[in-house]
T-cell receptor, first 114, second 112 residues
Framework: DTAVSQTPKYLVTQMGNDKSIKCEQN?????MYWYKQDSKKFLKIMFS???????INETVPNRFSPKSPDKAHLNLHINSLELGDSAVYFC?????????????FGSGTRLTVV | KNQVEQSPQSLIILEGKNCTLQ??????????LRWYKQDTGRGPVSLTI?????NTKSNGRYTATLDADTKQSSLHITASQLSDSASYIC???????????FGAGTRLFVKA
């Protein structure tokens, strides 16, 4: 009954490969996100989708392409992987709450590019 | 520039002791501030959420304070337990939630 689940948990791949990370939420939230946590532990937003529509697209290389087949799923496809793409990628979903917006995060996907 | 700075970067305490983590921010216009706990290999989990009008919020042994005038927040952990070992991340959002800025976190180690 995991609220936000992402797969795989670990991903090791060679430079130049193309890979996808999947995310699903069963909370009924309308908005989903992809965050990247780098080695300095900063979490930075990459994309945000609301009801399958892209609403936030931060400065991210166009090798990264999100896809939302429905509002419960937000996948991240990465083309031509580079060493600098190594990081932990977190999926999250959100809903409006009393304090503003409340987020629920997945457990992360640790991507290592070798 | 919107920023969230946390201190200390890391902290080691003995089990049973109290500790306080700091968060300074420059996000404007301010909407809310959250403290998250991130266990190793897991996603962040919300501990507290405070809006502009709230000065303090507790969640068990965790107590967060907010001074919106000085743009500072603290997270106080009472009677620490080994399971408190984690990263604690301060997150500040602007009005409307268009900007959500994450701090780099404080890595807390609780030793027996």
């Amino acid at each position: 009954d995991t609220a936000v689940s992402q797969t795989p948990k670990y991903l090791v791949t060679q430079m130049g490969n193309d890979k996808s990370i999947k995310c699903e939420q069963n909370l009924g939230h309308d908005t989903m996100y992809w965050y990247k946590q780098d080695s300095k532990k900063f979490l930075k937003i990459m994309f945000s989708y609301n009801n399958k529509e892209l609403i936030i697209n931060e400065t991210v290389p166009n090798r990264f392409s999100p896809k939302s087949p429905d509002k419960a799923h937000l996948n991240l496809h990465i083309n031509s992987l580079e060493l600098g793409d190594s990081a932990v990628y977190f999926c999250a979903s959100s809903q409006k709450c009393r304090a503003g917006v409340c987020y629920t995060f997945g457990s992360g996907t640790r991507l290592t590019v070798v | 520039k919107n920023q969230v700075e946390q201190s200390p970067q890391s902290l080691i305490i003995l089990e049973g002791k109290n500790c306080t983590l700091q968060c300074n921010y420059t996000v404007s216009p301010f909407s809310n501030l959250r403290w998250y706990k991130q266990d190793t290999g897991r996603g962040p989990v919300s501990l507290t959420i405070m809006t502009f009008s709230e000065n303090t919020k507790s969640n068990g042994r965790y107590t967060a304070t907010l001074d919106a005038d000085t743009k500072q927040s603290s997270l106080h952990i009472t009677a620490s337990q080994l399971s408190d070992s984690a990263s604690y991340i301060c997150v500040v959002s602007d009005t409307g939630g268009f900007k959500t800025i994450f701090g780099a976190g404080t890595r807390l180690f609780v030793k027996a």
